[in-house]
């Protein structure tokens, strides 16, 4: 029989098993930890944001717009990613992590509806709603931390100081009519956060975080990553049906719609094949999945998101004037969106391979986009040539990745070969 004694087994395990009911942490001991309903509920808002940067990018394709594009994105990138940390330790079915999650949906959505004119007149509504998003959700994260967890309850009053600092630059550069010090202000704050995870968020008087404290359920963080690639390829349908929707059903339009569906299918095939199940495997067997998910999933996804968002843009330019000559835009964004994708996806995979090697197919391809992007400059060929060979360059690395990890090629060669009645080579 259980020792109830004062202090003895038994009351140790009655206050423990208190604690449990009580906190709104989830019990994963870096286990497994589904994603819950509310999680994919609280990723449409996300849906909308993304579409929203899609057509701000579509309508801004300058230098300025370009980078405006990229400090929207990666303000909504960094919202996205520090709420999938605090779901992966706090745990959606308790009512006061549900409400959190709600409040901050709701400011997501402002951000997103904001997003179009944040350079303009809406400006401090996108800046006040990142902020209260920051710093809001962390702090709640500090205090159901405090009993049961207190080093990472301290790690997020650090993250709060650094989310308070760079908030000040949000303000100022929301309230300042100055473009050019918006952008400088709001590029200093991001630069300033994504520093953050890679310096331990250090705060004087208060030490840095230790990122092998960080106790998290990488199949939770792989999956909620590997959710957010399906976000971004979902909006590139999305994007890619409206353009077509929006003309003529002409043979060049339909031709043009097959090769931009194809280059969606592809990207997919080339993250989902191989490198998220390899990935989930890595982070779920590492001994440090903290450091994982800040290496692999906090920042490679990034330029893989971005990459999927720009190549979009290029499809509805392709679908716009599919047989006319390659422009700039569609050089840019076609090629530097692919580019974005492949290095991500490449740098990625190389993390979580045992050799620790760029894979070979990935590299090649990279090359072969920037060689397409000197095509296009020196002798432009017509905007659906432009979308085929791109999509060929993509299919290129789907093939020769998945060939390599089936067999290999001394392997499919032969096979190959006999269903084309080629001659067998005599055997040395």
């Known amino acids: 029989m259980a020792d109830s004694r004062p202090g003895g087994i038994g009351a140790a395990l009655a206050v423990a098993t208190r604690e449990a009911r009580e906190s709104l942490l989830r019990e994963h001991h870096g286990g497994a930890a589904p994603v819950s309903y ?51 330790w706090a745990d959606p079915q308790r009512v006061p992590v549900r409400i959190m999650l709600i409040l901050v949906m709701l400011a997501s959505l402002f951000m997103a509806v904001a997003l179009p004119h944040a350079f303009a007149e809406t400006g401090i509504i996108f800046a006040a709603s990142y902020i209260a998003i920051q710093i809001g959700r962390t702090l709640f994260m500090a205090v159901i931390m405090r009993r049961t967890d207190p080093v990472n309850s301290h790690s997020m009053v650090r993250i709060a100081v650094w989310f308070a600092a760079s908030g000040s630059a949000w303000l100022c550069g929301a309230l300042s009519d100055d473009h050019t010090l918006r952008l400088a202000l709001w590029l200093g704050a991001l630069g300033f956060e994504y ?26 963080m792989a999956e909620r990553c590997s959710l957010f690639i399906i976000i971004a390829l979902g909006e590139g349908i ?25 280059g969606s299918v592809l990207m997919w095939w080339i993250y989902f094949d191989l490198g998220a199940e390899r990935g989930a495997k890595h982070i779920e067997q ?4 903290g450091r994982v998910a ?18 979009a843009v290029a499809d509805a330019l392709l679908l716009s004037a599919p047989l006319s000559p390659t422009g700039p835009a569609l050089i840019a964004t076609l090629c530097g969106g692919a580019l974005a ?22 590299t090649l391809g990279a090359i072969g986009f920037v060689l397409l992007a000197a095509w296009g400059w020196l002798a432009p060929p017509s905007t659906m040539v432009f979308g085929a060979v791109a999509a060929s360059l993509l299919g290129f690395i789907a093939l020769w990745e998945w060939v390599s990890f089936h067999g290999g090629w001394e392997f499919w060669t032969p096979r190959l070969g006999k269903r084309l009645g080629w001659p067998e080579r005599p055997a040395d």
């Open 38 to 88: 509310l999680e994919l509920f609280f990723d449409l808002v996300y849906v909308f944001a993304i579409t929203q940067l899609s057509h701000f990018l579509l309508g801004h394709l300058t230098l300025g717009g370009v980078i405006e594009a990229g400090i929207l994105f990666l303000a909504l990138w960094w919202a996205w990613m520090f709420t999938t940390w605090a779901t992966n």
């Open 195 to 220: 520093l953050g995870p890679l310096a331990g968020f250090f705060v004087p008087g208060l030490g840095r975080a230790d990122v092998s404290q960080w106790n998290i359920s990488g199949a939770h």
């Open 238 to 262: 999305v994007v890619t049906g409206g353009a077509f929707a929006a003309g003529a059903a002409s043979g060049a339009r339909i031709a043009a719609l097959a090769i931009a569906f194809a």
């Open 286 to 289: 590492h001994d440090d999945p």
């Open 294 to 311: 800040r290496n692999a999933y906090t920042y490679l996804h990034m330029p893989i998101v971005l990459g999927i968002v720009v190549v």
């Open 341 to 362: 994708f492949v290095i991500g996806t490449a740098l990625f995979k190389r993390y979580s391979s045992k050799r620790g090697n760029v894979p070979f197919s990935h």
